[in-house]
């Protein structure tokens, strides 16, 4: 299917597109695609930059390599998800789910997911620089070489987490779970906490 057919019907009020293989770098650029099923889709390099997906159920669908900059995606189902070199630069992600989904080497700076559900998702070499994760759930999330630099993690569950070699230069944490996470070579700077009482620089790292 390619994006002329996929917007027509979809103008025509039709909203279940479930398993539909697109062409491989469809332009669907700030398309309004609010509620549509595209679960279990092939969406690989399609171009979603400003597209309106509000509650669009993504759930198993293919995005290896699309093109979501600046898309709205909340409460967006994208579980289960290939995510793997998305490009989400100032996406709104916030409430979205996003359980088990492979978002290594994707690209997540500026991006907001507050609440988001990140529950035993892989986010290894992903760049979250300046992303704002303020109460998402990040429990057994691999953050692997994960760049969090300046990221909001305010009140966020980080719970059983894997934040191996990642970077939180100036991030903002409520707390940082040492009996719960599991750090090698963690990389600290100038951490802002909201919970100064709670966070204990002090500790040693293992």
């Known amino acids: ?21 697109l062409e491989d770098f469809v332009d669907l650029a700030r398309a309004d695609l609010t509620n549509i099923n ?11 930059k400003g597209a309106d997906l509000e509650g669009a159920n993504l759930k198993c669908a293919d995005l290896k390599c699309a093109d979501l900059s600046k898309a709205t995606l909340t409460f967006t189902n994208l579980s289960d998800a290939n995510l793997t070199l998305a490009e989400f630069t100032g996406t709104n992600l916030n409430h979205a789910k996003l359980k088990v989904v492979n978002l290594s080497n994707s690209k997540l700076y500026d991006a907001s997911l507050c609440n988001a559900n990140l529950t035993k998702s892989n986010l290894q ?82």
Request: glycine share 4%.
């Open 1 to 21: 299917m390619d994006a002329e057919e996929l917007l027509k019907r979809y103008a025509s009020e039709e909203r279940d597109f479930r398993s539909v293989d």
């Open 38 to 48: 595209l679960s279990g889709s092939s969406l690989r390099g399609t171009d979603l």
């Open 125 to 206: 070499n992903a760049d979250l620089t300046k992303a704002n994760l303020a109460e998402a759930n990040l429990t057994e999330t691999d953050l692997t070489n994960a760049d969090l630099t300046n990221a909001n993690l305010a009140s966020a569950d980080l719970t059983n987490a894997r934040l191996d070699n990642a970077n939180i230069t100036g991030t903002i944490l409520d707390s940082l779970p040492l009996n719960n996470g599991r750090f090698k070579s963690l990389k600290i700077d100038n951490i802002i906490t909201w919970k100064t009482s709670v966070f204990a620089p002090k500790q040693k790292l293992k």
